[in-house]
Structure formats: structure tokens, C-alpha cells
């Protein structure tokens, strides 16, 4: 099963609060097939994973395209799904016109089967100009762009409690080393360091590839995330023995391994920002900040705040991302107006409608950070557009669904296996390495 992965709950709002921001003009490359309301009585279906605020956040984006072209839209959630729900509405001859894909690992396997469409020259010409080239290169498949990244999540944010933090009489770390002394401080003064989501694997993942990514460089990232690497390599092993010296230390995580182990995602944000605080940090994504003030009423900035993940061992501080790739598939019924809605979702100006809205971070630099509704997502947009080309998207995302994306299964169900008992880091690295090796093969 395809798993939902960068903002898997229906209420993320995330970080925006969105206070009114201002939209900023453009190059307008989708006036050539609609400023003048030229797709007036044509109707784009657009499918993807978003349902309650996300949805609703970016049919705000899709009435703005209507407004300035005429056209019709209809947006169908797939749930978590995707490659499935996309495959049985082909076969059926009901295909959708674009598809948000959440997975590279997807959007390869969908252009693969022959099902997308090459983006336009018009949105090339965007994308060269306001992206880094890392997401074209995520977007791309044997030199073929198919795939606009509209939606971007930073996932190398470690989220905490300022109020726990000056109880503790401690400030945010520069170094992995030093995020781990601060949480013995904190354990001393009687909060645990980190909230960890063992319940949902996709976290797991998480942590291991900012530790990868900072300890092992780039290079050994991308080699790893294409399988040209194997999991049993010492840098694996090497990783692995760095967050087991976290994961089997009870001062540091809140109710030891078997309560975390029993803890999902929104779990993991209570259990620092709800009423009855267990820990001061939890690490995962932009998109905590939405269920910090979404359920438990924080203000962002003031109440819950972020700091960088921090490098290991003399590293770079890693920059992990996620996202959400529109692309156009050959067989909907109006598939040229939905090369002109992506034509529209590369500009700054679509961007700047789901700015306002909330919960929404864009890779496109071309997008004026005052277009963001508040100064914590302005800097975690910031740091996202500064990483340029040293970002690097999501490991398990990259993999195919069978290791990187599936409850129960490959690397969701060995970390969490790992979790339990993280006393054999090279045992691990070998089942990681069985199960990659089936999962590419297929």
C-alpha cells in the first residue's frame, strides 16, 4: 500500500496561520492558452492524495486558474493510493487530466508505463527559471521533464518547546552531538528530549536519512537511494549505529522504545505541544507546526518553534525534502487545458494563493517570502530555496513502494524492528539490504 507521506494529516494547516499575504505578478505563459478565458466550458480533473484543509487550500489555487482562464476544475482525492487508484481509472478509460504525485518513486513508475505527458516548453522555461536544478532533475525521467514540483515539505526541522527550553535553561544546538546534550539537560530537569512517532515507519525513515545524508554526504546519499549502493555498505551501518545510541536511550526518548513504538505522528506532536506535555522536542517536518496550532491551539514562533537539524560529525546540516509533482497523463479527456493549469501552477502567482492560505511551502525561488503569512514559514521557506541543489528529496520516497513506502513491510517495518532493539546495527543493514534488493528487482 502507497502511503501518504509529507503532510499525512487531513488538518495540517502547517505552518502559515496565512495573515494576509500579497500576490505577486508574473510572466504569464498560461495567457497563451487562457488569459482570455479561452478554455471557457472546458473542465480539468485533477487527482491527488489532499482531502480536508489541503484540499480545500488548493481548490483555492485551482478557482484562481478558472478565474483567469475560463476553464472548470474537479478535484478527486485518491487517498494514499495513488498508483493504484491512477492505474484502475486508465484502465477504465476515466483517467484523470493531471495527477498530483507525492512520490518520485511514482511519478517514474507512471512515466515508465508510458502514462505522462512531457511538460510544455512554456513550463520548462518556468521551472529553469525558478527552481533549483535538483527539482527538475526529481521531476525528470531519461532526460525527460514530466513532473512540476507545486508543493515542497522541509523535512530537516526539529520542533520544541521554547517554554520547556528555558525550564531546562538550554538553547537550540548547532550539532548533533550538542542536540543530544541538551537533551539529557532537559532529561535532568524532569521532560524527556524527543517524542518519537515509532508507530508510523515513514518517521523512522526520516531520521535515518537526515543522519545519512549529513554523515554520508550527497554523493552516497543519491547512491543509496538508487540502489547503485548497498545497505549492508559501512556507511549504512554507520548511520544506523548513530540513531540506536538515540533510539536505546530512555533519558532521551519519551516512555523508552515500547511506548514510541506505540505512538503515531499526531501522537508525537501531543506529546511535546498537548496539554500534558512528555517531552520538549519532536523531530519531523514543516508540517508539525500545523498540528501544533491546529490541535492544541500554539502560536508558531512563540509557543512552538523549530531549529535546523543539525550536522553529525563535522557534516553539512542536511537539507530533506518531500513533495508533490503535478503531471499530465496522456489519456485524460482534456489533457491540453491541463498542461495549461500546470503552465499557471509554475508561476509565483499560483504559488501565492496556497501562501496565503497556509500550510504550503513552494520550491520556486521566484515566490516573494512576503507572500508567506508568518516568520517562522518565511525562514523554513528560506532555508528550503537557500539549500539549492543540496537538497535532496526524500530516500524511501525515491524507492519503490514495496521498500520505501508500505505499512508493515521493507524499511517502514526493519527501522521500526530497529526501534525495538537497536543492539545489531549490521544485522539491520543486511535486512534492509534482502528486502531492498527484492523491491528494485521488481
Not at 84 to 100: F, Q, R, Y
Amino acid at each position: 500500500m502507497m502511503r501518504r507521506r509529507t503532510t499525512l494529516l487531513t488538518s495540517c494547516t502547517a505552518l502559515a496561520l496565512a495573515l494576509g499575504a500579497t500576490a505577486c505578478g508574473s510572466s504569464d505563459p498560461v495567457s497563451a492558452g487562457g488569459g482570455d478565458k479561452a478554455l471557457s466550458g472546458q473542465t480539468v480533473t485533477v487527482a491527488g492524495v489532499w482531502s480536508g484543509t489541503e484540499q480545500k487550500n488548493f481548490q483555492k489555487v485551482l478557482d484562481a486558474f478558472s478565474a483567469k482562464t475560463g476553464a472548470k476544475t474537479q478535484f478527486v482525492s485518491t487517498g494514499d493510493n495513488v498508483s493504484t487508484v491512477v492505474g484502475s481509472k486508465i484502465e477504465g478509460g476515466n483517467a484523470p487530466d493531471v495527477v498530483m504525485v507525492p512520490q518520485v518513486g511514482v511519478l517514474q513508475q507512471f512515466a515508465k508505463q508510458g502514462w505522462l505527458t512531457p511538460l510544455s516548453a512554456a513550463t520548462e522555461k518556468s521551472v529553469d527559471a525558478g527552481y533549483a536544478p535538483v527539482w527538475k532533475k526529481y521531476g525528470s525521467v531519461d532526460g525527460t521533464l514530466y513532473g512540476l514540483y507545486f508543493k515542497a515539505a522541509h523535512k530537516s526541522t526539529v520542533w520544541y518547546s521554547p517554554d520547556a527550553f528555558s525550564q531546562a535553561g538550554v538553547k537550540p544546538p548547532t550539532s548533533y552531538d550538542d542536540m543530544l546534550k541538551v537533551g539529557h539537560t532537559m532529561s535532568d530537569s524532569g521532560l524527556s528530549a524527543f517524542s518519537v512517532a515509532g508507530e508510523d515507519g515513514w518517521t523512522l525513515t526520516d531520521w535515518f536519512e537526515n543522519i545519512y545524508l549529513s554523515q554520508a554526504g550527497p554523493e552516497k546519499y543519491d547512491a543509496l537511494a538508487a540502489h547503485k549502493l548497498k545497505w549492508t555498505d559501512a556507511s549504512v551501518v554507520k548511520a544506523l549505529t548513530t540513531l540506536g545510541k538515540l533510539f536505546k536511550d530512555k533519558e532521551l526518548v519519551a516512555g523508552g522504545q515500547k511506548e514510541a513504538l506505540n505512538t503515531d505522528f499526531p501522537g508525537s506532536v501531543e506529546k511535546v505541544f498537548g496539554p500534558k506535555p512528555d517531552a520538549g522536542m519532536v523531530y519531523e517536518g514543516d508540517f508539525v507546526a500545523g498540528v501544533a496550532h491546529d490541535q492544541f491551539s500554539k502560536t508558531i514562533g512563540k509557543d512552538a518553534d523549530f531549529f535546523p537539524f543539525p550536522a553529525v560529525d563535522g557534516g553539512n546540516a542536511p537539507v530533506v525534502s518531500g513533495g508533490d509533482a503535478a503531471v499530465v497523463l496522456k489519456d485524460g479527456k482534456n489533457a491540453k487545458a491541463g498542461m495549461k493549469l500546470l503552465e499557471y501552477l509554475a508561476t509565483p502567482e499560483a504559488s501565492a494563493v496556497w501562501a496565503k492560505a497556509g500550510g504550503y511551502l513552494s520550491p520556486n525561488k521566484n515566490l516573494p517570502l512576503s507572500s508567506y503569512g508568518d516568520d517562522v514559514t518565511r525562514a523554513t521557506a528560506k532555508s528550503l530555496v537557500d539549500a539549492g541543489d543540496s537538497v535532496r528529496f526524500d530516500m524511501s520516497d525515491q524507492a519503490p513502494a514495496a521498500f520505501g513506502g508500505t505499512k508493515g513491510a521493507g524499511e517502514w517495518k526493519l527501522l521500526q524492528d530497529f526501534l525495538r532493539d537497536p543492539s545489531d546495527p549490521k544485522g539491520t543493514a543486511a535486512e534492509l539490504e534482502t528486502a531492498a534488493a527484492k523491491a528494485y528487482k521488481g
